[in-house]
């Protein structure tokens, strides 16, 4: 009777023993898990964003601390193009909610007002840190522009808005790529990202207006293939 019960207690133990391996498995298993997330400082730190939430997330996917000391003439001059963008094309989205008869193009002259709103600040506070000069006045020729849409009325401001406008940002597009692919500095990096996402969105609400001529996509197209 004596030996049957310890004969059955060594059971028991070792019936116990896959499941203490079992347990001791998951435990490690949970510890190997959680142990990147407790440490990752970045979790913290996207908690965190706020209002501005964009900006600075895509400062995270572009920028990583590196070289933001080294700005090219390439580099300048893409700042000073994003700066003299917004220069006219706020003007330009405002005069689309007072001129155009298009509900498509009011709503693009918004995208326009409020993508270069949020580019405009970015620009100023790039150049700022990178110590660079920007303009605060638009090319004489995109001055040129406003002055005819200010002029134009209706289904003639509409069709000059969406031409013009498509024209320009297809040009734009096209060095913003170069400029996005071949900079060395981190933080221009960070900004043809950005630039390159608002431009690529007014294009679109451009073409979606349906009034962009055969002649237009033409005209960039000889432009950005030279
Ligand atoms: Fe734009």
Redesign the pocket.
């Known amino acids: 009777m004596r030996t049957a019960a310890i004969a059955l207690a060594i059971v028991a133990v070792l019936a116990l023993i896959p499941v203490l391996i079992n347990l001791q498995t998951t435990s490690s298993q949970a510890n190997e898990e959680a142990s990147p997330i407790a440490g990752a400082p970045q979790a913290g730190a996207e908690g965190a964003v706020g209002a501005d939430g964009q900006a600075q997330g895509q400062a995270q996917n572009g920028a990583a601390a590196g070289d933001i000391g080294t700005v090219t003439e390439v580099d300048k001059k893409f700042l000073t193009s994003v700066r003299q ?2 220069l006219w ?1 706020i003007p330009a989205g405002r005069l689309a909610q007072t001129n155009a008869s298009s509900e498509a193009v009011k709503r693009a002259g918004h ?2 007002i409020d ?2 709103a949020k ?1 405009d600040q970015l620009v100023r506070e790039d150049a700022k840190l990178l110590g660079v000069q920007i303009p605060d006045q638009a090319t004489a020729e995109q001055q040129e522009w406003v002055r005819q849409l200010k002029a134009a009325k209706g289904a003639e401001f509409d069709k000059l808005f969406a031409n013009v ?1 498509r024209a ?2 297809g040009k ?1 597009f096209a060095v913003i790529g170069e400029v996005r692919a071949s900079t060395q500095n981190d933080l221009i990096r960070r900004h043809a990202r950005q630039a390159n996402q ?2 690529l ?2 294009m679109e609400v451009l073409e979606d207006t349906g009034l962009v001529d055969a002649e237009t996509f033409a005209e960039v197209e000889a432009a950005v293939t030279k």
Do not use: F, Q, R, W
């Open positions: 963008a917004g094309e995208h326009l993508g270069h580019l406008l320009s940002h734009i608002t431009v969105d007014h």
